[in-house]
């Protein structure tokens, strides 16, 4: 089923704010490989009249294509800390939450929007992905508005416009769409694909075609033990090669790489947190497809984690195992 008036609610889903609803098309959201979530996150929003499974196909089309045509192709996931980051805190929206909820994460927004004095976000449970003071953030705000128009003119923003049974960040939509448009970022159906696209594709069927026999750059801040079995884990995916840049762990939207000693690069793989702005415009002069996969490196480093995150799990692993 495909509903293609947004202001339409769901028949048996919660109420979606209709403030959120952003674009012209809600679709039932199911991607192959991963059909056991789509309860978890039952709809998407979409500027075009098509299937989530369709949508899916193209975006692994594309990004093979890219790979295979050795060209610059940033592909950048948002969601609430990203949202956030660029523009600022935005409280909790009534529709879909009860009234304690609301009212518990009204408090909490009022707390770090007046009283908190850095911004700070975590991949997971003691993993820093960014620690800023406010002032930080708004010094170098320019920088990122400016890589980010880079990315979204050359590539993809895989932007969390999902709505699960369960509120969660459909608050920033519409301020998100407002900021992107007065800061003349481009934002289409060109440019656009759901955020949990990119999870799929690096943990289902389809990642045989980006990774077999492919020369991969990591761009990640884990060392020692970490850093060896993250690397293990992409070989045995069938990558023929892992070179390591090393980026701060927390720190990286004041990082400069030095991208000279890596040659002959497939594909690069980016876990920076909210310096992947920085981290993404840097790596233009590689001319390859850039992804930022987050979360996926702390299931590569330790499988248990899979079972932390939503679409690290497809069907067949599902099956095989009884998870």
């Known amino acids: ?112 929007k007046f009283f908190k004095k850095t911004f700070s976000a975590a991949t997971a449970k003691n993993v820093s992905s960014g620690i ?13 508005v400016e890589c980010l128009r880079r990315i979204a003119d050359k590539g993809v923003m895989a932007l969390h416009l999902n709505y699960s049974q369960k509120p969660f960040q459909e608050n920033y939509h519409k301020p998100f769409k407002d900021w992107l448009e007065k800061n003349r970022i481009s934002f289409s159906e060109e440019n656009y694909y759901p955020f949990y696209f990119v999870y799929a594709l690096l943990r289902g069927a389809e990642r045989k075609k980006i990774f077999n026999r492919r020369n991969v750059l990591v761009v990640h801040s884990a060392t020692g033990k970490k850093r060896e079995a993250i690397k293990l884990s992409l070989l045995n995916e069938g990558v023929k090669t892992v070179s390591w840049c090393e980026i701060s762990s927390s720190r990286s939207m004041y990082d400069t790489l030095d991208l000279e000693p890596y040659e002959n690069i497939d594909l690069a793989l980016i876990g920076a947190g909210v310096g992947k702005f920085n981290i993404l415009a840097q790596l233009e002069e590689l001319s390859v497809p850039c992804i930022d996969a987050g979360f996926i490196f702390e299931v590569w480093a330790n499988d248990d984690k899979k079972h932390e995150r939503t679409m690290m799990i497809p069907d067949s692993e599902r099956l095989t195992n009884n998870d």
């Open 132 to 144: 800023y003071t406010r002032e930080e953030i708004k010094k170098q705000k320019q920088h990122s």
């Open 1 to 112: 089923m495909k509903i293609s008036k947004v202001k339409t609610q769901p028949t048996g889903f919660r109420a979606i704010p209709t403030s959120s609803l952003i674009l012209p098309y809600l679709l039932e959201f199911e991607v192959p490989d991963f059909t056991h979530y789509s309860k978890k996150k039952g709809y998407v929003l979409s500027f075009k009249d098509t299937t989530v499974k369709d949508w899916y196909y193209e975006f692994v089309e594309l990004i093979n294509n890219k790979i295979e045509g050795s060209e610059y192709f940033p592909v950048m996931r948002f969601s609430d800390g990203e949202y956030n980051f660029l523009v600022g805190l935005k409280f909790p929206l009534y529709a879909g939450h009860s009234i304690t909820e609301y009212i518990r994460l009204l408090l909490s927004g009022i707390k770090q």
